[in-house]
T-cell receptor, first 115, second 117 residues
Framework: DAGVIQSPRHEVTEMGQEVTLRCKPISGHDYLFWYRQTMMRGLELLIYFNNNVPIDDSGMPEDRFSAKMPNASFSTLKIQPSEPRDSAVYFC?????????????FGPGTRLLVL | AQKITQTQPGMFVQEKEAVTLDCTYDTSDQSYGLFWYKQPSSGEMIFLIYQGSYDEQNATEGRYSLNFQKARKSANLVISASQLGDSAMYFCAMREALKGGADGLTFGKGTHLIIQP
Protein backbone atom coordinates (compact mmCIF):
# COMPACT_ATOMS: atom_id res chain seq x y z
CA ASP A 1 0.00 0.00 0.00
CA ALA A 2 1.23 3.50 -0.81
CA GLY A 3 0.29 4.91 2.58
CA VAL A 4 -1.41 8.24 3.15
CA ILE A 5 -0.48 10.70 0.43
CA GLN A 6 -0.39 14.44 0.90
CA SER A 7 0.28 17.25 -1.52
CA PRO A 8 1.98 19.58 -1.80
CA ARG A 9 4.82 18.65 0.53
CA HIS A 10 5.84 22.29 0.85
CA GLU A 11 3.84 25.45 0.26
CA VAL A 12 4.99 29.04 0.50
CA THR A 13 2.39 31.72 0.01
CA GLU A 14 1.69 35.33 0.82
CA MET A 15 -0.73 36.52 3.43
CA GLY A 16 -4.23 36.79 2.09
CA GLN A 17 -3.87 34.06 -0.50
CA GLU A 18 -5.97 30.92 -0.58
CA VAL A 19 -4.19 27.70 0.31
CA THR A 20 -5.49 24.19 -0.49
CA LEU A 21 -3.92 21.12 1.06
CA ARG A 22 -4.75 17.68 -0.31
CA CYS A 23 -4.89 14.19 1.16
CA LYS A 24 -5.46 10.70 -0.16
CA PRO A 25 -6.08 8.20 2.66
CA ILE A 26 -5.08 4.56 2.60
CA SER A 27 -7.52 2.56 0.49
CA GLY A 28 -10.21 0.97 2.62
CA HIS A 29 -9.77 3.33 5.54
CA ASP A 30 -13.01 5.08 6.36
CA TYR A 31 -11.73 7.54 8.95
CA LEU A 32 -9.69 10.57 7.96
CA PHE A 33 -8.15 13.09 10.34
CA TRP A 34 -6.51 16.48 9.79
CA TYR A 35 -3.89 17.60 12.35
CA ARG A 36 -1.75 20.71 12.64
CA GLN A 37 1.71 20.81 14.21
CA THR A 38 3.33 24.02 15.49
CA MET A 39 6.20 24.64 17.87
CA MET A 40 3.97 26.47 20.30
CA ARG A 41 0.96 24.15 20.39
CA GLY A 42 2.37 20.83 19.28
CA LEU A 43 0.06 18.48 17.39
CA GLU A 44 -3.64 19.36 17.38
CA LEU A 45 -6.61 17.63 15.81
CA LEU A 46 -8.51 19.96 13.50
CA ILE A 47 -11.31 17.83 12.05
CA TYR A 48 -12.16 14.25 11.22
CA PHE A 49 -14.38 12.48 8.70
CA ASN A 50 -16.13 9.13 8.80
CA ASN A 51 -17.25 7.73 5.46
CA ASN A 52 -16.68 11.13 3.85
CA VAL A 53 -18.88 12.94 6.38
CA PRO A 54 -17.35 15.57 8.70
CA ILE A 55 -18.09 14.43 12.24
CA ASP A 56 -16.14 16.67 14.60
CA ASP A 57 -14.71 20.01 13.50
CA SER A 58 -14.36 21.50 16.96
CA GLY A 59 -10.62 21.83 16.47
CA MET A 60 -10.86 24.03 13.39
CA PRO A 61 -9.39 27.33 14.55
CA GLU A 62 -11.44 29.83 12.57
CA ASP A 63 -13.94 30.22 9.80
CA ARG A 64 -11.02 30.80 7.47
CA PHE A 65 -10.43 27.05 7.67
CA SER A 66 -12.64 24.58 5.84
CA ALA A 67 -12.33 20.90 4.98
CA LYS A 68 -14.12 18.67 2.53
CA MET A 69 -14.10 15.01 1.58
CA PRO A 70 -15.96 14.62 -1.73
CA ASN A 71 -15.16 10.91 -1.96
CA ALA A 72 -13.47 8.10 -0.08
CA SER A 73 -10.09 8.72 -1.64
CA PHE A 74 -9.69 12.50 -1.43
CA SER A 75 -9.90 15.27 1.12
CA THR A 76 -8.93 18.93 1.12
CA LEU A 77 -8.15 21.45 3.82
CA LYS A 78 -8.53 25.03 2.65
CA ILE A 79 -7.40 28.24 4.31
CA GLN A 80 -8.87 31.44 2.91
CA PRO A 81 -7.48 34.00 3.48
CA SER A 82 -4.20 32.69 4.86
CA GLU A 83 -2.30 34.49 7.64
CA PRO A 84 1.31 34.16 8.88
CA ARG A 85 0.12 32.44 12.06
CA ASP A 86 -1.22 29.61 9.93
CA SER A 87 2.36 28.57 9.19
CA ALA A 88 2.68 24.99 10.41
CA VAL A 89 2.95 21.40 9.30
CA TYR A 90 -0.45 19.95 8.40
CA PHE A 91 -0.87 16.20 8.66
CA CYS A 92 -3.55 13.95 7.33
CA UNK A 93 -4.09 10.55 8.95
CA UNK A 94 -6.42 7.64 8.30
CA UNK A 95 -7.70 4.62 10.20
CA UNK A 96 -9.28 1.34 9.12
CA UNK A 97 -12.97 0.68 9.82
CA UNK A 98 -13.60 0.20 13.52
CA UNK A 99 -9.96 0.59 14.41
CA UNK A 100 -9.54 4.23 15.29
CA UNK A 101 -8.86 2.98 18.79
CA UNK A 102 -5.72 1.19 17.80
CA UNK A 103 -3.92 3.09 15.14
CA UNK A 104 -3.78 6.09 12.88
CA UNK A 105 -1.48 6.20 9.90
CA PHE A 106 -0.08 9.62 9.10
CA GLY A 107 0.86 11.12 5.78
CA PRO A 108 4.21 12.90 5.27
CA GLY A 109 2.69 16.29 6.05
CA THR A 110 2.53 19.61 4.23
CA ARG A 111 4.87 22.32 5.46
CA LEU A 112 3.05 25.62 5.02
CA LEU A 113 4.77 28.97 5.28
CA VAL A 114 2.65 32.11 5.00
CA LEU A 115 4.69 35.26 4.49
CA ALA B 1 -9.23 17.06 29.87
CA GLN B 2 -6.66 14.46 29.06
CA LYS B 3 -3.03 15.33 29.30
CA ILE B 4 0.24 13.78 28.17
CA THR B 5 3.54 14.78 29.77
CA GLN B 6 6.95 14.05 28.33
CA THR B 7 9.54 15.40 30.75
CA GLN B 8 12.64 14.92 28.59
CA PRO B 9 12.90 17.64 25.93
CA GLY B 10 16.12 16.09 24.64
CA MET B 11 18.32 13.06 25.16
CA PHE B 12 21.77 12.02 23.99
CA VAL B 13 22.45 8.28 23.97
CA GLN B 14 25.41 6.22 22.81
CA GLU B 15 24.78 3.89 19.90
CA LYS B 16 23.82 0.32 20.89
CA GLU B 17 22.66 1.37 24.34
CA ALA B 18 19.05 0.92 25.43
CA VAL B 19 16.91 4.06 25.66
CA THR B 20 13.90 4.81 27.82
CA LEU B 21 11.67 7.72 26.86
CA ASP B 22 9.31 8.83 29.60
CA CYS B 23 5.60 9.46 29.24
CA THR B 24 3.00 10.06 31.92
CA TYR B 25 -0.65 10.61 31.30
CA ASP B 26 -3.69 11.88 33.09
CA THR B 27 -7.17 10.57 32.45
CA SER B 28 -10.27 9.63 34.38
CA ASP B 29 -11.35 7.12 31.75
CA GLN B 30 -11.13 3.41 32.50
CA SER B 31 -10.67 2.50 28.87
CA TYR B 32 -7.93 4.29 27.01
CA GLY B 33 -5.04 3.68 24.68
CA LEU B 34 -1.50 4.96 24.45
CA PHE B 35 0.61 5.39 21.34
CA TRP B 36 4.16 6.23 20.44
CA TYR B 37 5.11 7.93 17.19
CA LYS B 38 8.52 8.70 15.72
CA GLN B 39 9.12 11.86 13.70
CA PRO B 40 12.50 11.94 11.92
CA SER B 41 13.96 15.14 10.51
CA SER B 42 12.13 14.49 7.25
CA GLY B 43 8.92 15.25 9.12
CA GLU B 44 6.67 12.25 8.70
CA MET B 45 4.91 10.70 11.68
CA ILE B 46 5.66 7.01 11.99
CA PHE B 47 3.45 4.82 14.20
CA LEU B 48 5.59 2.65 16.49
CA ILE B 49 3.52 0.93 19.13
CA TYR B 50 0.14 0.84 20.86
CA GLN B 51 -0.92 -0.17 24.39
CA GLY B 52 -4.52 -0.58 25.49
CA SER B 53 -5.43 0.11 29.08
CA TYR B 54 -6.84 -3.40 29.52
CA ASP B 55 -3.90 -5.16 27.90
CA GLU B 56 -2.29 -7.31 30.54
CA GLN B 57 1.04 -7.58 28.83
CA ASN B 58 3.35 -4.79 27.75
CA ALA B 59 3.25 -4.16 24.02
CA THR B 60 6.32 -5.04 21.96
CA GLU B 61 7.19 -4.35 18.33
CA GLY B 62 10.67 -5.44 17.33
CA ARG B 63 13.18 -3.28 19.19
CA TYR B 64 10.38 -1.19 20.69
CA SER B 65 8.59 -2.07 23.88
CA LEU B 66 6.22 -0.12 26.05
CA ASN B 67 6.73 -0.22 29.81
CA PHE B 68 3.14 0.25 30.92
CA GLN B 69 2.63 0.97 34.62
CA LYS B 70 -1.05 1.63 35.04
CA ALA B 71 -1.00 2.58 38.71
CA ARG B 72 1.66 5.19 38.04
CA LYS B 73 -0.03 6.29 34.81
CA SER B 74 3.16 5.92 32.88
CA ALA B 75 3.79 4.47 29.44
CA ASN B 76 7.50 4.68 28.77
CA LEU B 77 8.95 3.68 25.42
CA VAL B 78 12.01 1.44 25.53
CA ILE B 79 14.25 1.13 22.49
CA SER B 80 16.73 -1.70 22.75
CA ALA B 81 20.13 -1.61 21.02
CA SER B 82 19.77 1.93 19.71
CA GLN B 83 20.87 2.76 16.19
CA LEU B 84 21.90 6.00 14.51
CA GLY B 85 18.65 5.91 12.55
CA ASP B 86 16.69 6.14 15.80
CA SER B 87 17.62 9.81 16.07
CA ALA B 88 14.31 11.65 15.84
CA MET B 89 11.51 13.29 17.79
CA TYR B 90 9.35 10.84 19.70
CA PHE B 91 5.78 11.61 20.66
CA CYS B 92 3.61 9.89 23.21
CA ALA B 93 -0.13 10.16 22.53
CA MET B 94 -3.37 9.13 24.15
CA ARG B 95 -6.56 8.12 22.51
CA GLU B 96 -9.39 10.55 23.15
CA ALA B 97 -13.06 9.98 22.47
CA LEU B 98 -14.44 12.35 19.89
CA LYS B 99 -17.94 13.46 19.10
CA GLY B 100 -19.39 10.95 16.69
CA GLY B 101 -17.78 7.86 18.17
CA ALA B 102 -14.28 7.81 16.70
CA ASP B 103 -11.07 8.30 18.60
CA GLY B 104 -8.57 11.07 18.04
CA LEU B 105 -5.14 11.53 19.55
CA THR B 106 -3.82 13.94 22.18
CA PHE B 107 -0.06 14.33 21.86
CA GLY B 108 2.71 15.19 24.30
CA LYS B 109 5.33 17.82 23.46
CA GLY B 110 7.84 15.22 22.37
CA THR B 111 11.40 14.13 23.19
CA HIS B 112 14.25 14.84 20.81
CA LEU B 113 16.48 11.75 20.84
CA ILE B 114 19.97 11.91 19.40
CA ILE B 115 22.00 8.72 19.04
CA GLN B 116 25.74 9.30 19.08
CA PRO B 117 28.24 6.96 17.38
Amino acid sequence: DAGVIQSPRHEVTEMGQEVTLRCKPISGHDYLFWYRQTMMRGLELLIYFNNNVPIDDSGMPEDRFSAKMPNASFSTLKIQPSEPRDSAVYFCASSPPGRTQETQYFGPGTRLLVL
Amino acid sequence: AQKITQTQPGMFVQEKEAVTLDCTYDTSDQSYGLFWYKQPSSGEMIFLIYQGSYDEQNATEGRYSLNFQKARKSANLVISASQLGDSAMYFCAMREALKGGADGLTFGKGTHLIIQP
